[in-house]
C-alpha cells in the first residue's frame, strides 16, 4: 500500500464510520436526529527542524575541520501550505455525543546553497556517504575552485484522523442544534502523521551530479483529553452581539506513541577528479519515541439559517517530538576524513514543533427543522 493510499484510509475510516452510525439510527428512529456534518478548507504552518546536508566546506590537510556546513531546507516555518478538514458529530443519550474527525494538509518549499572551494589556502567541497565503510573509498567532492550547487525541494503532509466522546454539562448545546451551549469534557483515540518527502539535485563544476532522496515519516498513535466552552468577547461584546457572532475554544492535549521510518538514497554519476570515491548507497532507520500534542482551537461562528453555520477557527498546536536528521560526514577510507565535530554515522535525532492552522468551515445541521435553533 502507497502512502497516499495509507493517509487517505486513515483519515476518511472515521468519517466512513460516523456515516454508518447516522445511518443506523435513521433505520432505528427514521430520523438522523440532530447529527452535523462539517466541512472546511484554510491554510496551515508547521515549525519543522532545519535540514543540514553531508555537504562540508573542509581545509586539504588533516584535521579536517568544518570550516562551513550547509543546508539543504531552511527556515521552513515560513512556508505556508493547505489544508482539508472534516467532521461528524452525533448525539446519543441525553448529554453526550459521538465525534470523528479528520484533517490533512501539505506544506512544500524549496531551498538552495553553493559550495566553493578556493585554491590559496586550498579549502574543498566534500560529500560523505550516508554510512562509513572503512574498507571503500566513499569521500566524493570538488578540489580546489571548483564548486558544488544544490537545489532541494522540501514536500510536507501533515493528517490526522479522531473519534471522540463528549460529555455536555451545561443546558444549552455549542453550534446550531437544540441542548447544550456550555462547556463540554471529552476523551478520544487519535492517530496523526507528519510525512516528510526530500529530493536534492547537486551539481558539481567538474561536472559530477549528485542526486539526494528522503522519506521521513512518523506517525502518531495516542488519545487525548479536551475541554470546551463558548466565552464572552470583553473587547468586542456588543459588536459581535450586532453581527449575530458566537466564540468558543478548546484546549486539548493526549500522548503519544510516535514511530518514525527514514529511507534515504544518495547517488552520483560522473567521477570526481583526483581519486575521488563514490558516496552513494542508500540507508533504512526506524525509531520509537513518545511525545505530547497539545492545542488551543479559537472559534467564531455565524449562524446563516437554522441548520447551517459558518466559522472561522485558528488551531494552534505543539508536539514535543518530531523527527530532525543528522547526516554523516565523516569517511574512513582512502582520506581519513574524521575530525570531533564531525557527524559520526546517519541518525535520527529530535526536536519540538509547532503547527498553526485557520480554517473557514460550514456545518449544516441533519434531520427535521424542530431540531434546530429557530
Known sequence: MNRSSYIAGCIFSACLAGSVSVQAEEAGTAQFGD???????????????????????????????????????????????????????????????????????????GDDFTCTGSLAP????????????????????TLGANSITSNADRTVDIWGGSVETKWFGAPERMGIANGHTGGYFSVGADIRGIY???????????????????????????????YGSNYSQLLFGSLWEKLGLESSFRVQGGVYYA??????????????????????GALSLSSDDAAFIGGLTLETRKHLSPRTMLSLKSTYEYYSWVPKMAY???????VNLTNASRQ?????GSDDAFSMSTMLTL?????PDSLFKQ
Open 122 to 141: 586550498q579549502t574543498n567541497c566534500l560529500i560523505a556517504p550516508l554510512f562509513d565503510d572503512p574498507a571503500v573509498n566513499q569521500i566524493g567532492g
Open 35 to 109: 447529527t452535523t456534518v462539517s466541512f472546511g478548507v484554510g491554510t496551515t504552518m508547521l515549525t519543522l527542524p532545519d535540514v543540514t546536508s553531508m555537504v562540508t566546506r573542509t581545509t586539504s590537510t588533516p584535521p579536517f575541520p568544518i570550516l562551513q556546513s550547509f543546508k539543504f531546507s531552511d527556515d521552513f516555518y515560513e512556508e505556508t501550505g493547505w489544508n482539508l478538514n472534516g467532521s461528524i458529530e452525533t448525539p446519543f443519550g441525553a448529554d453526550n455525543a459521538i465525534a470523528f474527525r479528520g484533517f490533512w494538509g501539505r506544506i512544500e518549499g
Open 344 to 348: 559520526v554515522g546517519t541518525e535520527i
Open 328 to 334: 554523516n560526514n565523516t569517511s574512513t577510507g582512502g
Open 363 to 367: 456545518t449544516i445541521g441533519l434531520g
Open 196 to 226: 516528510q518527502d526530500l529530493d536534492v539535485r547537486m551539481n558539481a563544476t567538474t561536472g559530477a551530479a549528485i542526486n539526494y532522496n528522503e522519506e521521513l515519516d512518523t506517525t502518531y498513535y495516542g488519545a487525548f483529553v479536551a
Open 259 to 280: 514511530n518514525t521510518d527514514y529511507s534515504g538514497n544518495l547517488s552520483h554519476s560522473a567521477p570526481f577528479p583526483g581519486g575521488g570515491g563514490d558516496p552513494s
